[in-house]
T-cell receptor
Framework: GAVVSQHPSWVICKSGTSVKIECRSL??????MFWYRQFPKQSLMLMAT?????????EQGVEKDKFLINHASLTLSTLTVTSAHPEDSSFYIC???????????FGQGTRLTVV | AQSVTQPDIHITVSEGASLELRCNYS??????LFWYVQSPGQGLQLLLK??????LVQGIKGFEAEFKRSQSSFNLRKPSVHWSDAAEYFC????????????FGAGTRLFVKA
């Protein structure tokens, strides 16, 4: 099956700093990738749709200036949490659908802790 | 708008007993439906999916789910639960163009009693 890899798996950062999370499709190309956030004991909520070569589409209530998304190639999307605060601590997970496929595959997620 | 409802926040079953986790969806077109399992601190594992065809879908780890269009339901079942099945279970619908934008239910936490 298709493999989606996220890096890092976990990260701890100081409040006010920025953190970049990578989402890679290892064996397929993806013109679109999706970013989700999961707070403790809650469900996964779609944050944004990452589009290769164009601007990301953000869901209502998600600050685009805080969560910067870049989809510079057909195999890589990055999510940068800028000026992170403790309330940004969460589990971030991406997904990507291979071209012509009928489902999206999920990465293993990134646990972000802001101290 | 698309949505997924999992009415049970948590369920406790005895090991060896049968299990049914409920899921109802709201979607205008033919849905792509999924069940995922998540162990604490881990990512998602796909249990099974329904796109079309036979409404009874077999998945991994002995799970199955039945799509009932008339009831807008996609309930997950397992005839005999093992202690290792304790986890969080998410029902999801694929929305948007191509069905790749996944809308998740709130999840059901499964506890297994010895």
């Amino acid at each position: 099956g298709a493999v989606v890899s996220q890096h890092p798996s976990w990260v701890i950062c100081k409040s006010g700093t920025s953190v970049k999370i990578e989402c890679r499709s290892l064996d397929f190309q993806a013109t679109t990738m999706f970013w989700y956030r999961q707070f403790p004991k809650q469900s996964l909520m779609l944050m944004a749709t990452s589009n290769e070569g164009s601007k990301a589409t953000y869901e209502q209530g998600v600050e685009k200036d805080k969560f910067l998304i870049n989809h510079a190639s057909l195999t890589l999307s990055t999510l940068t949490v800028t000026s992170a605060h403790p309330e940004d601590s969460s589990f971030y997970i991406c997904s990507a659908p291979p071209t012509g496929n009928t489902e999206a595959f999920f990465g293993q997620g990134t646990r972000l802790t802001v101290v | 708008a698309q949505s997924v409802t999992q009415p049970d926040i948590h369920i406790t079953v005895s090991e060896g007993a049968s299990l049914e986790l409920r899921c109802n969806y709201s979607y205008g077109a033919t849905p792509y439906l999924f069940w995922y399992v998540q162990s604490p601190g881990q990512g998602l594992q796909l249990l099974l999916k329904y796109f079309s065809g036979d409404t009874l879908v077999q998945g991994i780890k002995g799970f199955e789910a039945e799509f009932k269009r008339s009831q807008s339901s996609f309930n997950l079942r397992k005839p005999s639960v093992h202690w290792s099945d304790a986890a969080e279970y998410f029902c999801a619908v694929g929305a948007g163009g191509g069905g790749f934008k996944t809308i998740f239910g709130a999840g059901t936490r499964l506890f297994v009693k010895a």
